[in-house]
């Protein structure tokens, strides 16, 4: 769970700088899979998440 704990972090920090967004892509479980960060409506990176049981075992980050 190491992932998901700053993937939370990552996020939070993220949004509360004024022009910066997250869109998020979830799975049928609710949980987020693909977040795009923007910062003024241009896209900066995306994170993907993978699951195992319900555990997040991957984050991958890529450059757009």
């Known amino acids: 769970m190491i992932g998901n704990i700053y993937t939370d972090a990552a996020r939070a920090n993220w949004a509360t700088v004024p022009g ?19 910062d003024n409506n241009t896209v900066v990176f995306v994170q993907y998440l993978t699951y195992d049981n319900g555990n997040v075992t991957k984050v991958e980050c890529k450059a757009q």
Not at 20 to 36: C, F, H, Q, S, Y
């Open 20 to 38: 910066r967004t997250l869109d998020l892509v979830n799975d049928e479980n609710g949980n987020p899979t693909k977040i795009t960060f923007s």
